[in-house]
Structures are given as structure tokens and as C-alpha cells.
């Protein structure tokens, strides 16, 4: 079954249009369901700047339906993912104001040091925002996180709860994320924890400085 937004007779006034190359200016045609064009003139490929890929952050289908998602496209399909299971985490927790304020800071903490490593985003701060939830596995069922994303942020989860040694850079942020969350609520001993991070112990050493 052919998604409506995509079916050429229900389009209206305004469905093809022209877009001005980013890289020359050039007019480029774009039709609404187009993800991306190539600019004719010098060969630049650009997103389709009026089309709305709020649905690529929930539908199973959405990589055969708006086929393979460029790096812009999938960026806005994580942001809009994490924030939904964002909002699921916090109606879970729901009056539990200290869970939700750890969740916060790791969220913060997985942000900066997962980017300092260049990790996989999506599971390191959707692992930061279930792991306090008493079900994650089922939580990010509700938000349609899919199997193979869903599996890596719980083993994720697993292994740090478990005191596992982290085997790979993405273990590494999460563990310092969870670290330096509990530092700062002051759960933790600052001159005790373990961190694999040159940002993470960064963080701890301001930390430390100012307490």
C-alpha cells in the first residue's frame, strides 16, 4: 500500500517546485517526495529543503519508503527518535524528580563525550535516558526503536550495570556518562571512579574543582 504523501494524485498546487542549489545557486527541480537532488551544474547533492521527514523517526518502513537516507536526513531521524523516548522516559518516571535529573546529566555527559569520540549518538543517548526506566527494553519497544538499535543500547545498559570491562569505544562514553552523572549528584567518590575518556576525566577534573 502506497503511503498517501507519496501518491502523485493526492498532491496539490506546489508539490513539484524548484530549489536553489546550496553549493552554486543553480535551480534545481524537486518533486515532494524527493529526499535529495543533484544539482545539474556542479554535481553537489542536497536534501530536499520542504520535506518533512518527522516520519522517518518512528515508521518500520521508512528506509524503503524514502530510500537510502542521506547523512542529514538520518541526523534529524535520530534527534527526533531520541527526543520521543525522552518523553516516554519522563512519563515513566513521573514524579521520581531524582531519576529524572540523573538522566539529564547523562544525557549531557553522552553528548559531550561521545562526540569527542565519535561514537554511534543514537544508542549512547537513548542508553542514557532508559537506563534508570524500569523496563528499557519495553520502553524503547513503545518509541519502535528497531530490534537491532534496541538490542545494542540494552547490552550497552547491561554491561555497565554488570561492572563489565568496557570492549569498545561506545562502552567507554557510556560508562563515563553514567560516571560523571553520578559525580555531580555526588552518588559516586570522585577520587574512586574509574573513567576511559580523556574528555570524561576532563569533566571529572572540573568537577572536582569545583566542589
Not at 24 to 29: D, K, L, M, W
Not at 63 to 88: F, H, T, Y
Not at 140 to 153: D, M, R
Amino acid at each position: 500500500m502506497k503511503c498517501p504523501a507519496q501518491d502523485t494524485k493526492y498532491w496539490k498546487h506546489g508539490a513539484i517546485f524548484d530549489a536553489k542549489c546550496p553549493k552554486c545557486t543553480t535551480s534545481v527541480e524537486f518533486f515532494k517526495d524527493d529526499t535529495s537532488r543533484k544539482c545539474s551544474q556542479c554535481g553537489h547533492q542536497f536534501v530536499n529543503p520542504q520535506m518533512d521527514f518527522g516520519c522517518a523517526a518512528y515508521c518500520p518502513h521508512a528506509e524503503q519508503c524514502l530510500g537510502a537516507l542521506e547523512p542529514e536526513i538520518s541526523s534529524v531521524r535520530d534527534s527526533l527518535m531520541k527526543n520521543k523516548i525522552s518523553i516516554l522516559a519522563k512519563k515513566t518516571l513521573g514524579s521520581d524528580f531524582a531519576k529524572i535529573s540523573a538522566m539529564l546529566r547523562r544525557m549531557r555527559y553522552a553528548q559531550t563525550v561521545g562526540v569527542s569520540l565519535g561514537v554511534s549518538m543514537a544508542s549512547l543517548i537513548m542508553a542514557a535516558i532508559v537506563y534508570d526506566t524500569p523496563n528499557p527494553a519495553e520502553l524503547l519497544s513503545q518509541g519502535q526503536v528497531n530490534n537491532a538499535l534496541s538490542k545494542e543500547i540494552i547490552d550497552l545498559i547491561d554491561r555497565q550495570k554488570s561492572g563489565q570491562f568496557p570492549i569498545s569505544e561506545l562502552d567507554n562514553a557510556f560508562w563515563d556518562a553514567v560516571t560523571l552523572a553520578q559525580l555531580e549528584l555526588n552518588s559516586a567518590d570522585i577520587n574512586t571512579v574509574r573513567l576511559y575518556t580523556d574528555s570524561g576525566k576532563s569533566e571529572a577534573t572540573y568537577l572536582k574543582e569545583g566542589k
